[in-house]
Structure formats: C-alpha cells, structure tokens
C-alpha cells in the first residue's frame, strides 16, 4: 500500500577535523591510514551480500533468516527502524480433507481472499490507529516456518513505528500472541522473488524470498484514502489547539 507524505529527511553530520593538525600530520596520518581506509571501503561494498561472511544477508533483506539463531552469521538487528515485524501472523484457514478418500478438498478462491483482506484491512487500521502513517503493509504467503505469514510493516515515521510497536507488546490476535520487533527491511525490491511475481517460482512456497499475497486495488484505495481523511482530520485538531494555546 502506498501513502500521501513524502518520507522525513535525514540529516547526517560530518565529522569534524581537528584545526591542530598541520599539513604534514595530516598527510602523514592520510598515508597511514590508508590500508585499514581501503579494507574499510571492502567492508562497506560487500556488507549484506554474499560476500560478506560475518552479517546474514538474508537477515538484512528478509528480516528473517531459515536458519535462526543457529545461523553462522551475525543477525544485526535494528534498534529503530521505520518497519516492525509481525512474526508469523497470518494464518490462512486450514485446508480440509474428505472423510472417506483423505484427499483435499478444493478450496474457494474467493472465500481465501475474503478471509486475508478482512485480515489485512484489520492489521492496516489497527497500525494506522495506534502508531501512525503507513507507507506499505506486506504479508507473506511462503511455506517456510521463517516467513509463513510474516507481516511488513513500514510506517513514513520511525517514531511512529516505535510507538506501534510499544503498543503491541503483550497482545494478543486470533488467540496468538503478537510476535513484534523492528526489522532491517525499508525496501523490499531485493526481498521479494521476481519469479514468483513475473510467472511461477521454481522452488514454490519454501523459496527463501517473499511471496507476497495480493491486495485489491479496491481495498488499498479505501484504506489508504481513510488513512489519509484521518490524518488530515488530526492535523486540523492539532492546528487548532496550537492557535487555542497562543
């Protein structure tokens, strides 16, 4: 789901130089330094890529990683971030079987999207209420116990995202405890399997990528357009207890 507000800027502050250093300290510092500077720029380039043998890149781009907490790489989680994870959360309804033969019976289409959009339009205003402005809201639909079910969500606002997740601890949804934490991912362009999205995925519901379920263009274009009536519903009552308070 996409939003109305651009994402915050970012400011970055330089270092600062100490003004004690003469001209040849300087570059004799610059010479030293160099060898650690180039391993410095390696580390930089192959950081979350295959490349990189001490961060999981899968960790980096998923949020989650098939192997756990027994990975032998290091799982770099955030301490703030604009997305939180909801671990596992959908669960789609059970597939049932014939009583005589023990064959599965084949399920409605439209009965399945009914039941994930009542769900996603559920979780969509929940966030929306409690922690602020969301950007997009992805669930996944792969088999794999690390990404069965995940629920993405990245709010414009860091603080927002905090918020939610403060909100959410010790919660429950569908008899389930809410299992939240911030994630690494704020673009899911690498996380999501292009095979799968352009035609059929070769490794079906247990590639390590997301399948990400679709959403109604109808159902976004609600959601979104309450979203937005809210907001600007909130920013009129904040304008005016500022002009109330001068």
């Given at each position: 789901?996409?939003?109305?507000?651009?994402?915050?800027?970012?400011?970055?502050?330089?270092?600062?130089?100490?003004?004690?250093?003469?001209?040849?300290?300087i570059s004799s510092a610059r010479s030293s330094s160099r060898p650690s500077l180039v391993m410095a720029q390696h580390l930089a380039k192959i950081f979350g890529t295959e490349e990189d043998k001490v961060n999981c890149p899968f960790y980096l781009k998923m949020g989650a990683c098939r192997h756990g907490d027994r990975c032998s790489r290091i799982h770099n989680r955030p301490v703030l971030s604009q997305t939180i994870l909801l671990q596992n959360m959908y669960v789609a309804p059970p597939q049932q079987f014939d009583a005589q033969t023990g064959q599965p019976l084949p399920q409605d289409e439209d009965e399945l999207q009914d039941h994930f959009e009542g769900f996603y339009e559920d979780?969509?205003?929940e966030l929306s209420n409690i922690g602020g402005e969301l950007?997009?809201?992805?669930?996944?639909e792969n088999l794999s116990d690390h990404l069965s079910g995940n629920v993405y969500a990245?709010?414009?606002?860091?603080?927002d995202a905090e918020r939610a997740l403060q909100k959410l601890m010790g919660r429950f949804y569908a008899g389930k405890p809410?299992?939240?934490?911030?994630?690494?991912?704020?673009d899911f362009k690498d996380?999501?399997?292009?095979?799968?999205?352009e035609s059929v995925c070769n490794r079906g519901g247990y590639c390590n990528f997301m399948h990400l379920k679709k959403v109604?263009?109808?159902?976004?274009?609600?959601?979104?357009r309450r979203q937005q009536e809210e907001y600007d519903d909130r920013r009129r009552r904040d304008d005016r207890r500022r002009d109330e308070a001068r």
């Open positions: 789901a996409g939003g109305g507000r651009p994402p915050r800027r970012r400011t970055h502050h330089p270092a600062r130089v100490s003004p004690a250093l003469d001209s040849a300290s979780i969509f205003e950007e997009q809201l992805r669930v996944c990245k709010f414009y606002e860091e603080e809410i299992l939240a934490q911030f994630c690494p991912v704020t996380a999501r399997c292009r095979q799968y999205e109604s263009s109808k159902l976004q274009r609600r959601l979104l």
